[in-house]
C-alpha cells in the first residue's frame, strides 16, 4: 500500500515538472533528468503486465526530449494530466 502512494508521489512531482515546462517556468535539468529517470524506472513495471506503464514510459521520452528540443505545448499538457491523474488516483 505505501508503494503505490510512492509511485503516485513520483507521478504528482513528473506532472509538476510537465506543468513547469509548460508554462516556461526555470526548470533545472537536473529536476527533469531525475523526474525521466524515475519514470523510465516506473516504466519497467510494464513487463509485468501493467499496461499503464506505458504512459510513464511516453512522458519519460517526453521529459528528456524537452532538454534538447522544443516540446509542443499540447504534448506537455498531455503528460502532465495523465502523470497527475494517475498520481491521484493512488492516493485514493
Do not use: N, R
Amino acid at each position: 500500500m505505501v508503494l503505490v502512494k510512492i509511485l503516485g508521489a513520483i507521478d504528482l512531482i513528473s506532472g509538476i515538472a510537465f506543468l513547469m515546462l509548460a508554462f516556461g517556468a526555470g526548470v533545472f535539468v537536473q529536476f527533469i533528468l531525475f523526474c525521466a529517470g524515475l519514470l523510465l524506472l516506473k516504466g519497467m513495471f510494464v513487463f509485468t503486465g501493467d499496461i499503464l506503464s506505458i504512459i510513464d514510459i511516453f512522458s519519460a521520452g517526453i521529459l528528456l526530449f524537452s532538454l534538447f528540443f522544443p516540446i509542443p505545448t499540447f504534448l506537455l499538457w498531455v503528460g502532465a494530466f495523465l502523470l497527475i491523474a494517475k498520481g491521484f488516483v493512488s492516493f485514493v
